[in-house]
């Protein structure tokens, strides 16, 4: 696991305020991949990505901005399973949403 120092951030998928940020955010894009709404399609989404890595940026893990609804073939596209680093197509993500000035440090 990635993380600073001796420290993991490990975000527990199952935990009850997961499960309900989830839910809001399916709920909030209408259960519609949003990578492929950029092409003009419609998929059903059931994952939820975070756009920039809980590992990387455990400060921003619950900011329902960092949160975007994809199908499980997008969201596989956006992660290299071999190294866990984001795929090209998940930095473009990144560099598509913008953290609020807002938003806590990420760290």
């Not at 921003?60 to 090209?88: E, M, P, Y």
Request: with cysteine.
């Amino acid at each position: 696991m990635r993380g600073l120092g001796a420290f993991c951030f490990c975000m527990d998928y199952k935990s009850k305020r997961w499960l309900r940020l989830r839910n809001a955010v399916l709920r909030r894009d209408k259960f519609n991949c949003r990578d492929a709404a950029r092409y003009g399609r419609r998929e059903l989404a059931t994952t939820v990505h975070h756009v920039y890595p809980v590992e990387d940026f455990p400060g921003w893990q619950w900011c329902s901005w960092n949160l975007i609804a994809v199908s499980q073939a997008a969201h596989n596209s956006f992660h290299d399973r071999t190294t866990g680093k984001l795929t090209d197509r998940g930095l473009a993500w990144q560099r598509r949403v913008i953290p609020p000035p807002n938003s806590p440090l990420p760290f």
